[in-house]
């Protein structure tokens, strides 16, 4: 019988040169990383290997191994925080481990006992626990990886896979606080489509991204906002999902962004400023998860009832949105806070509030022990 995923049985092998920590002023996003890795080596006959955080180090690969020929590669992206007492928290890791879990499915590759690996997360955070900054918006990127492993060049699911985990300490997203971002929404490129794998945590996901960025670049944009079909569908923003906060000509408000329809990650982020929202933000407001095109936008910023618009993700809580350039023409997004508007200055800071522990809500933020 293949074995199980056990925390139980980790082995730890403390660095002998250990690292000094940057100073919060000098992290830059990936950049830097901590003294160890978590790694478990799966095969289809043993199942999970022995857990073991060692010193930071290399992978040496076969030139046939299948992860650099078919893409046998996922990856999750969550944080560590230090809270105002010295403890290290993380926030929402179950949803990590479960979206996880479901690329793992996805791309034939082996699956795990979520709350096991949020056990060796913590352990491989107690004993880098240097490495997580002090300070509101700092914190350590964690980025759980799982490749195929086996070596061969005929297309079919790996026999082998290596989870992994190495994590990165890194300082608040905008510098100098929020930074509204001007988009290009792009129909000329695709980042998603129905049936396809666009709401799983793939690095092939990301490559097919990145040229339609730089060309969103050459014309003065941050990001694409990516549009699908032939009614400008719109999906997500660069690599995060997105909001739109509209007026209703009755009086109401609503708080938008696109559904779970297999093209849209399931972000963490995500859910939980819907979930903040709906708690918060009162009876006036309807949050609602349903089809929003360029179109609609176009019309209702025209009619003054476009209210705000910003992106979510895990790196930037929530990226304000100024502006988006529709084949040509300017739609210009309020920013009533500022370098924001209302609501993304409320989300990032009810967000914060409990990753950093400040404030108890729903078990969401879990102390490492």
């Excluded at 849209?264 to 982020?269: D, E, N, R, S, W």
């Amino acid at each position: 019988m293949a074995a199980p995923l056990d925390a139980s049985k980790l082995q730890i092998t403390k660095t002998t040169t250990p690292a000094t920590p940057l100073p919060n002023n000098q992290l830059k996003f990936g950049q830097s990383f901590t003294d160890h890795i978590l790694e478990i080596d799966w095969t289809v006959e043993e199942g999970w290997g022995t857990p073991t955080i060692t010193p930071y180090h290399d992978f040496k690969m076969d030139p046939a191994t299948v992860v650099l020929h078919y893409s046998f590669e996922l990856f999750e992206g969550l944080k560590a925080y230090r809270d105002s007492n010295g403890q290290i928290r993380t926030f929402r890791p179950d949803k990590n481990m479960e979206r996880m879990n479901r690329s793992a499915k996805r791309a034939s590759l082996p699956q795990f006992d979520s709350e096991e690996f949020i056990k060796l997360i913590h352990q491989f955070l107690l004993l880098d626990e240097r490495f997580v900054p002090s300070g509101k918006g700092y914190s350590l990127y964690l980025r759980p990886t799982l490749i195929g492993t086996s070596i061969g060049l005929g297309v079919s699911s790996p026999t082998k896979a290596k989870l992994y985990m190495i994590a990165s300490p890194v300082g608040p997203y905008f510098g100098a606080g929020f930074k509204p971002v001007s988009l290009e929404a792009t129909d000329y490129a695709v980042r998603a489509w129905p049936k396809g794998v666009g709401s799983y945590k793939l690095g092939a996901n990301y490559v097919s991204c990145i040229e339609p960025q730089a060309e969103a670049a050459k014309r003065g944009h941050s990001q694409n906002l990516w549009l699908f079909g032939d009614e400008g569908e719109i999906t997500e923003v660069g690599a995060m999902n997105v909001f739109f906060a509209f007026a209703n000509e009755d009086g109401t408000k609503e708080l938008a962004t696109a559904p779970l329809d297999g093209m849209i990650l399931p972000g963490v982020t995500r859910d939980s400023a819907i979930q903040l929202c709906k708690e918060k933000l009162g009876k006036e407001w309807i949050v609602s998860e349903r089809k929003i095109t360029i179109h609609e936008v176009k019309e209702r910023a025209a009619k003054g009832q476009l209210i705000e618009a910003f992106g979510t993700g895990t790196a930037a809580i929530v990226a304000p949105i100024n502006n988006i350039e529709f084949r040509g023409e300017q739609i210009t997004v309020p920013c009533s806070a500022g370098g924001s508007g209302e609501i993304a200055k409320s989300v990032c800071e009810w967000v914060q509030n409990i990753q950093y522990g400040d404030e108890e809500f729903k078990d969401w933020s879990r102390v490492a022990a």
